[in-house]
């Protein structure tokens, strides 16, 4: 079962491109996070958010929650935002994607 | 800054000891959690705990038992290593439901 579906599972890209990543979820959820992981390194939560739209720095987060939809926007990639990106819903329970590894080649 | 602390980064373990995890943060969250990842299958939690000596199973708990004893700590416990339990374990802590995480750096056990 996979309540939490991420898109791309890779992603290589170029320095300077507009990166987009998707989640789709299944269960009804009260809030939805974006999390970063770097190689060998512990996670970071980037946004949690349970409506419309969320910017920090470079990074934008928007959801839908009548499509059940959420994408994570990275503008003007750099070689520093090469990591993994996990989505994830709170609801009842618990539930992550598996993640999207991002590479941005200089 | 939240800090989520796990006692060890790397660790290696025989076949049949018993492992503890340790996992400490310092803003008096209430719930904290422990996950284990593994490649493609992502982030899968194996217990939580939303106060002082409360334990919820998680989606994977088999082979694993927490401790809760103060509010600051949360200890996962392997009964007997095995090596399939070799992977990343990742711990958590929140303020309460519904509010964001924050991480541990991760210890990535290797039991051999």
């Known amino acids: 079962k996979n309540e939490v579906e991420q898109s791309p599972q890779n992603l290589t890209a170029q320095e300077g491109e507009f990166i987009t990543i998707n989640c789709s979820y299944s269960?009804?959820?009260?809030?939805l996070h974006w999390l970063q992981q770097h190689p060998g390194g512990g996670i970071v939560s980037l946004f949690m958010?349970?409506?419309g739209k969320k910017k920090h720095g470079r990074l934008i987060a928007t959801i839908n929650i009548q499509e059940k939809h959420s994408s994570l926007h990275i503008t003007a990639s750099h070689p520093r935002d090469s990591a993994v990106y996990i989505c994830a819903v709170t609801g009842n329970q618990f539930y992550f994607g598996t993640g999207t590894s991002l590479t941005v080649i200089p | 800054d939240v800090k989520v602390t796990q006692s060890s980064r790397y660790l290696v373990k025989r076949t049949g000891e018993k492992v503890f995890l340790e996992c400490v943060q310092d803003?008096?969250?209430?719930?904290m959690f422990w996950y284990r990842q593994d490649p493609g299958l992502g982030l899968r939690l194996i217990y939580f705990s939303y106060d002082v000596k409360m334990k919820e199973k998680g989606d994977i708990p088999e082979g694993y038992s927490v401790s809760r004893e103060k509010k600051e700590r949360f200890s996962l416990i392997l009964e007997s290593a095995s090596t399939n339990q070799t992977s990343m374990y990742l711990c958590a802590s929140s303020f309460r439901h519904h509010y964001g995480y924050t991480f541990g750096s991760g210890t990535r056990l290797t039991v051999v």
């Open positions: 803003m008096d969250h209430e719930n």
């Open positions: 269960v009804g959820i009260s809030a």
């Open positions: 958010l349970s409506s």
